[in-house]
């Protein structure tokens, strides 16, 4: 039977000093990675900007508290951009008039969560459109534009998009 042949180990010298030595080489190859890491995937970040959120906005609101008085609202029952909860209400600040809303709103989602936009309403067709600009805490960079349709009784629809941008 052929053995095979140990390695030098005495040209590394002791046990404890190998183990050292390992673990340093071991240390070292990890700050390198996380130094190149660091550099390069900062310069990235610095080379492209960043990009809003942006998506379709779709939201249903019940307005059976809305009597076309100066704050008035209506309630979300449901949306599909998250911050826009089912529960949050949409504040008109001025009476409707008598064809229709021309009107800020402002959409209550919370604590410190508020989107100020404005509705223009027709009565007689039951259309309209949504804009809003800003805002508070989760909405503090929101836009979004929307449709408004009459879906039966008291509920109604914002069917558009929306984007989250410092680029004012």
């Given at each position: 039977?052929?053995?095979?042949?140990?390695?030098?180990?005495?040209?590394?010298?002791?046990?404890?000093?190998?183990?050292?030595?390992?673990?340093?080489?071991?240390?070292?190859?990890?700050?390198?990675?996380?130094?190149?890491?660091?550099?390069?995937?900062?310069?990235?970040?610095?080379?492209?900007?960043?990009?809003?959120?942006?998506?379709?906005?779709?939201?249903?609101?019940?307005?059976?508290?809305?009597?076309?008085?100066a704050g008035d609202f209506c309630t979300i029952t449901s949306s599909?951009?998250?911050?826009?909860?089912?529960?949050?209400?949409?504040?008109?600040?001025?009476?409707?008039?008598?064809?229709?809303?021309?009107?800020?709103?402002?959409?209550?989602?919370?604590?410190?969560?508020?989107?100020?936009?404005?509705?223009?309403?027709?009565?007689?067709?039951?259309?309209?459109?949504?804009?809003?600009?800003?805002?508070?805490?989760?909405?503090?960079?929101?836009?979004?534009?929307?449709a408004v349709s009459h879906t039966n009784g008291f509920n109604w629809?914002?069917?558009?998009?929306?984007?989250?941008?410092?680029?004012?």
């Open positions: 039977m052929t053995q095979l042949r140990r390695p030098a180990w005495r040209r590394l010298g002791n046990s404890a000093s190998v183990t050292t030595r390992t673990f340093a080489n071991k240390v070292a190859a990890g700050l390198a990675v996380v130094v190149l890491a660091l550099v390069f995937g900062s310069s990235t970040a610095l080379a492209q900007p960043e990009s809003p959120r942006s998506g379709v906005l779709s939201v249903t609101k019940e307005c059976s508290q809305n009597h076309g008085n599909s951009l998250k911050v826009i909860k089912p529960g949050s209400r949409v504040v008109y600040l001025r009476a409707a008039g008598a064809n229709g809303y021309d009107t800020d709103v402002v959409l209550e989602a919370g604590r410190g969560n508020q989107a100020f936009g404005h509705v223009v309403l027709d009565f007689a067709s039951a259309t309209g459109t949504v804009t809003f600009n800003g805002g508070t805490g989760h909405f503090r960079h929101f836009h979004a534009r929307a629809a914002w069917n558009g998009n929306y984007r989250f941008g410092s680029n004012d």
